[in-house]
């Protein structure tokens, strides 16, 4: 049994054999330590010597890295802090690699390699780094100072896509916990999220070096692959959070995702750029203001001048009330409507660009009564009063609407500003656009002709020599237009003449302005001056290279208003082989006018059916689009006068069943046209049924009292069943004269009137018959204009 005192006294510390361990113990401590302090001391002496000699010997010594790294690690608490301390010693240590590497001239190691080894080296011991960690943020201090190649070279050492499955779960941890504060989750995530954060911000600088280096198609992929990672982690999408490295997260994928599109666009992937565009707006991103800003318009730009036609939208992502744009006109439209709205509750800062956008891209859509109500919400703090009322009198013209049109520009040509002298270029371009639209609106020719004059008095002023030239070319047009429907012949002279003045000094003016010598022809032709109107037709078409399908038109209408038949038919032959299929309407028209009027029967039907074929095919090609083609007005137009003269060219030969199938095809497109009644006049005119005539044709005057040849069908037969006073039919002749002063069959008719009313009228007979054989000489076989 031990003894019990024994055992007490070796556990207080009291009996003899333990004070002599203690003793002993302590004495080789001493022993121990002056050992310690001789080695050091020596130590100390080798390293000043060598010190001294400038030698650099690798012996184990502290390394200053490590101290710097370890107190500022210590000092830190957030991580946003330790990635700056970290970057500033990664900087520190690489520096002083590079300068030992400088100094050890006898080394034949690579000095990048041996740098980038070295400087991760330092950053794994002191700062518990693993090898990607110290390569991203090495790479990411190479980039800061411009060598892009070499960040790359430590970028391509970290395995990314291995670590992805971790970074996602860490992820979908932190927002998971984020969203359930009060019950914390049970474990860990796989990653720190600071880890997860620095190679986030490594692909995204990988991206950017890819991008400088002309590698547009891998800076895609990697930059796709940070939005693919924060997809797949946070579905519900990602809101700026409260810590650095949320906010941090945020603003990665906000830059990722206006970066993206960008790199497809340079990479020459349109479709893969329209759909980062969608992705980028679609997503619950909570991107900031200013980036979506950017991201909409961007995409509408590209939607507008891309020059690719996007597929349609993907419907997941689409309510069930909302809208989905079928075109890439209407996906801008819409986008440029939602960043036009937030410049007007200035949730955005005012654009003047998102209007031009806007404005270009309803113009192509023909949708003017929707850009008119966009222009008046906009604010007046955001808009001049003068540029407000300019564009929505453009709006308003092109929508048909004249008469508010020159209200708007009347209030603003006659406002204190231009009364005062102080006149503004928004001013005189409104005296212009005034001028312009109603130079050839018979009601507002006199009214043209005033804003032209002084919108030419105001520009000699200030020596403007450009918007001169375009105030004489719209003085012009407007003078030319009250020439042809006046109705006295001194005054029609007299406002001919300077119509034709005004446009030779626009021509002075503006030099070789192809619109102007067009303008001249189209005169000189009106006058039937036709030697001078073919000159400058020609001078047109050397300017315009042939390309110009009203200029074929214009030159084919002179030779055939000259008798030259054979010269119009080529010139019509050459104006087809120079343009397009869709384009050739015009010159098939004309071309079918040429042979009805050499009574050519079977070639004029054949024309009209290949008139009728276009047509058709710009039907079905285009579909629903038809609506936003410029010409589909002209199209219905063409394709009504085609039916017309094929029912005439069945008159003439006598084929009645094919004359009711034209009016049923003229029916089926407008039941309510003039062209159609007077159609069914001429027909029972040819059967017999003279008063069903005479109803068919007051018919087509109700529907269009302008339309001549129903005025001069109804007063011819007016005339030959002299069940009607005289002057009725002259009054019936006398407007078709007002409306077409060349017409030379509404001459010949009031000759023959006048021939009827006996001996007194003899001499105004002959001169009406004499007028009627010169206009018929010169009669081209449309209309110039």
Known sequence: MPDVKKVAQEKNGTSKNYKKKKKKKKDKGKNTYKKKRKKRNKWLSMEHEQWVRGQNINKRKRNPINCLLKSAIMKCLCTGDQLKWMDEMATYGLGRTRQRMAADNTNQVDPDEYTIEQAESNLREAADLNHEEARALLGRMEFLKGHKEAALSLYDGIDFRGAIPKMKATLSFLSADHRNQHSRQSGEPPMQFSAVILRLESLYLKSLALHDLGRYKDSAEECSMILDIAESALPNGLRPGSSVDQNKLHDLVCKAAEFLPELHKLAGSTQEAISSYRRALLKNWHLDPATLTSIQKDFAILLLYGGCEANSPDLRYQNGSSFVPTNNLEEAILLLMILLRKCNTKQIEWDPSVVQHLTFALSMSSQWEVMAREYEEILPSLLEKKERLHSLALCYFNEENDETALQLLRQMVDSREVNSGSLD???????????????????????????????????????????????????????????????????????????????????????????????????????????????????????????????????????????????????????????????????????????????????????????????????????????????????????????????????????LKDVELCLSRLKAISSYSSLYWHAIGELHETQGFLNEALGAYNKALDLDPAHVPSILSLAILLRQLGNRPLPVVRSLLTEALRLDRTNHLAWFQLGLLHEDEGTASAVEAAECFQAAALLEETAPVEPFR
């Open 425 to 655: 270029p928004v001013i005189l371009r409104s005296w212009l656009l005034a001028s312009k639209f109603c130079s050839d609106k018979t009601q507002y020719a006199k009214e043209a002709a005033d804003f032209a004059k002084r919108a030419i008095a105001e520009s000699h002023k200030i020596q403007w020599s450009d918007v001169e030239s375009i105030g004489e070319q719209l003085l012009g047009i407007s003078l030319s237009t009250q020439a042809r429907f006046t109705s006295s012949d001194s005054e029609r002279v007299k406002l001919q003449k300077d119509a034709l003045e005004a446009l030779l000094n626009a021509e002075k003016k503006s030099g070789n302005d192809p619109d102007v010598l067009q303008m001249l022809a189209l005169e000189y032709a009106e006058q039937r001056k036709l030697d001078e109107a073919l000159k400058y037709a020609k001078r047109v078409m050397k300017l315009k290279f042939g390309s110009d399908v009203n200029v074929w038109i214009l030159l084919a209408r002179i030779f055939c208003a000259q008798k030259r038949y054979a010269e119009a038919e080529n010139a019509v032959n050459a104006g087809l082989g120079e343009t397009g299929k869709w384009d050739q309407l015009g010159l098939l028209r004309t071309k079918a006018k040429i042979y009805l009027s050499q009574r050519q029967f079977k070639s004029a039907i054949e024309t009209c059916t290949q008139i009728l074929a276009v047509i058709q095919l710009r039907t079905r090609t285009f579909g629903a689009a038809m609506k936003f083609l410029k010409g589909i007005k002209d199209d219905r137009t063409i394709e009504m006068e085609t039916w017309y003269d094929l029912a005439h060219v069945y008159l003439s030969l006598k084929q």
